[in-house]
């Protein structure tokens, strides 16, 4: 566990660079760490990143491949084109939640 | 940790055409690409029935001579072997299997195998099966790239971890 000062506030950070306290989240703070990740957020990624963010808020975990199809209305080709190498992995990340813990 | 060490490319083989024969290879093919690592799939033998349109959303799990079969839930008093011979063993053992996977949110095979090739992973068949069950292109589901001899995979799979199930 770390900090680290990102978009003008410090936040609390695991080892893998995920986020370990949401409430220091906010908009700004995701586009930096996209940025970390070599990303421009659209409003295609940020679609992702609210849906995340909402369905953690219900559920307390991390949405699947699946619950991103059928739920967010994601489709897997435009998840994976808007987040090369690892989607929900990099998407998790740039929301501010912890890493996925699903197989699937 | 340095890049020697991290997997970049997996090519995974399944060749069984049980449920627990598919998923494994699904799985582990899916796990891949979310990690950013290139995944190709090759389906041989039985294993094939996974991405034959006629077969693939019929996949069933083996009931005869599986000894780690218990009721009433996977891990309950472990059932006789000679149960599983029962007509419609294995159609209640998989109706109940795909349950449980729909509440973790895996998808059933056709479904899964669209999902991976989305993914960016590439989905193969083997040439002496498809030869040895007389398969013809419009057989198989829309996702298989390529019907592949032995030689052929080997190309495609250098510099990949070779996972055989």
Known sequence: MSQKQIAGVTIDVNDEGYMTNHAQWNRDVAAALAKEEGIDLTEGHWKVLDFIDKDFKEKSAVPGMRRMNKVGGIETKELYSLFPNGPIKKATKIAGYPKPVSCV | ?165
Not at chain 2, 130 to 145: I, N, R, T
Request: with cysteine; glycine share 10%; proline share 7%.
């Open chain 2, 1 to 165: 940790m340095p890049d020697d060490d991290e997997i970049k490319k997996v090519s995974i083989i399944v060749s069984r055409g049980s449920l627990e024969g598919v998923y494994p290879g699904l799985i582990m093919a899916n796990g891949a690409r979310m990690k950013g690592i290139d995944a190709n799939l090759f389906f041989t033998f039985f294993g094939l029935h996974a991405i034959v349109k006629k077969k693939m959303n019929n996949i069933k799990i083996g009931t005869v001579g599986n000894p780690a079969l218990c009721v009433p839930t996977p891990m309950g008093v472990g059932m006789p072997t000679w149960l599983g011979a029962i007509p419609g063993m294995s159609w209640i053992a998989t109706a109940m299997m795909k349950k449980e996977m729909e509440k973790i949110d895996i998808p059933p095979v056709g479904e899964f195998v669209e999902m991976i090739h989305d993914a960016g992973g590439k989905i193969y068949a083997c040439k002496a099966t498809v030869d040895m069950f007389k398969l013809a292109p419009q057989d198989f589901c829309p996702q298989v790239d390529k019907v592949l001899t032995v030689g052929e995979f080997y190309e495609m799979s250098a510099g990949a971890q070779i996972i055989f199930t």
